[in-house]
């Protein structure tokens, strides 16, 4: 709520009464303790009363710095020109099997500047490109990584093992006829695994020198990618080896082979565009992660729902897959969130546009970063959804002038910027933070239409008060830092 104007008048002018009047207690220092403790418990009276919300729901179902409004939204948050992108960045290396010739692995990064961006560590995206685990490479993916990041998140693109142990000359006719070759795909698809599993370890191993943070992964891709994704996720190894009985055999494990980095990370979602699973029952209910899906309802590259990859071929050595509408399903009935974009009538294979991905994938990510990720079933390939609105503000209360002090990230994890614009102030502006006893831990000076950092890691979690005040007005703002 906004707090009333008599708030501030009676916060400016009556908590100083007493020390004018010091007649009216026949005691100097009865007066003085009197005089302190009425202004100690006016001074929070009156800061509970212009909190914006009160402490109940709306902390519990977003208590996460990222639920931010504005950010991580259907539109850019950051122009073009704000996205930096960091090139061939070399996550690994690994034979080529069956020869014994070295993949070098590369991945590309694309993150707002950090000199711009007011969060230290942001959540990151890997996404995995197509091509059957025949072709394709990172570079295809470029737009859909660049249009998140200008949303405000990490992304990267990686490159992987390619090929099903086939003439590189030519690749199609002995791969994609039903032969001997085709029971290789299993071998592609468990080393592209590997790949990526690789490559998100890389990511969380410097993770502090990316600004990402480990605890908000997310994993995506399109068509192989996906496949890639899925299984990533939700692979063990005992899945993987039924899966792909010799791989670990000639392989190696899983999680082992490209690169030797031992780093955690949590997965928090996934972005599935046109892939599947090669499992027909879910993972514990642990274990399973909100998913968005994008298909097109007659695809025989990867079905949408129970077939075999690559079933436009009618080869019964592919392996199986349970495609969107069945992942869709099967989360649905586990309770799991889960959203399901399905382009009726349509025997193309991953043809919902780029920016109806990225907007509608930018905020389902948001819901689940704000604790309120939502399933949905949509047919519309233009559909956009708007989650603009959702999270905390960057900006909390006006001053009494009226005019808005921007206050971002709330919360935070301790760094948080003020800014005053330059038509609501002139000359110095004193920012004075008081935790939640009323004790006074900063005060600071800026001048209008500047950024400010207040950094409040050494203080701790918890709910902390800024007065800010102007030679034009003043104001009382609540920030929060989480854990």
């Given amino acids: 709520m906004h707090p009333p104007p008599f708030v501030f008048y009676l916060l400016d002018n009556y908590s100083s009464r007493f020390s004018t009047y010091p007649y009216m207690l026949s005691n100097q220092s009865e007066f003085v303790r009197f005089a302190q403790t009425f202004k100690l418990i006016f001074a929070l009276v009156c ?238 209910s642990s274990a399973v992660l909100p998913v968005i899906h994008f298909h097109d309802d007659a695809d025989c590259v990867v079905p949408p729902g129970a077939g075999r990859v690559l079933s436009c071929l009618d080869c019964q050595v592919f392996f199986p897959s349970w495609g969107s509408q069945s992942l869709h399903t099967q989360w649905g009935n586990n309770g799991t969130c889960s959203e399901l974009n399905l382009r009726p009538l349509s025997l193309n294979h991953c043809s919902f546009p780029t920016s109806t991905v990225i907007a509608r994938s930018s905020c389902f990510i948001k819901r689940i970063l704000c604790g309120e990720c939502q399933s949905g079933f949509n047919q519309d390939i233009w559909a956009v959804n708007d989650c603009d609105e959702l999270g905390f503000p960057v900006s909390t209360t006006p001053s009494k002038t009226g005019t808005d002090t921007r206050i971002y990230p709330v919360p935070s994890h301790g760094l948080f910027y003020v800014e005053i614009p330059a038509v609501a102030a002139y000359g110095p502006v004193q920012v004075t933070v008081f935790d939640w006893g009323g004790k006074p831990v900063r005060t600071l000076t800026t001048m209008a239409n500047q950024r400010m950092p207040v950094d409040l890691g050494d203080e701790g979690p918890g709910v902390y008060y800024l007065h800010v005040s102007h030679a034009s007005g003043h104001g009382i703002h609540k920030v929060i830092i989480s854990p």
């Fill in 47 to 284: 800061i509970l009363l212009i909190t914006d919300d009160d402490f109940g729901g709306t902390l519990s179902a977003q208590s996460t710095p990222y639920c931010l409004q504005g950010r991580f939204s259907q539109e850019p948050y950051f122009a073009a020109s704000e996205i930096i992108g960091i090139t061939d960045v070399v996550y690994g290396q690994a034979p080529r099997w069956p020869s014994a010739t070295i993949d070098t692995l590369r991945m590309d990064i694309y993150m707002p500047d950090p000199s711009l961006d007011p969060l230290t560590k942001r959540p990151f995206l890997l996404l995995i490109h197509g091509g059957a685990f025949l072709g394709g490479n990172r570079q295809e993916l470029k737009t859909l990584c660049e249009g998140l990041a200008s949303r405000g998140f990490v992304t990267a693109t990686m490159s992987y093992r390619l090929g099903w142990d086939c003439d590189p000359g030519n690749p199609l006719l002995l791969c994609l006829i039903c032969g001997p070759q085709a029971s290789k795909l299993r071998v592609a698809a468990y080393r592209a695994v590997q790949d990526s599993r690789a490559a998100l370890r890389y990511a969380a191993y410097h993770a502090e020198s990316l600004g990402i943070d480990t605890s908000a992964f997310f994993l995506g891709g399109v068509s192989a990618g996906s496949l890639t994704a899925i299984q990533s996720a939700f692979l063990d190894q005992p899945a993987a080896d039924t899966f792909c009985p010799n791989c670990s055999g000639m392989l190696g494990p899983l999680d082992q082979g490209v690169n030797d980095l031992e780093a955690a990370y949590t997965l928090r979602g996934l972005i599935n565009h046109c892939g599947a699973s090669v499992r027909a029952n879910l993972p514990d």
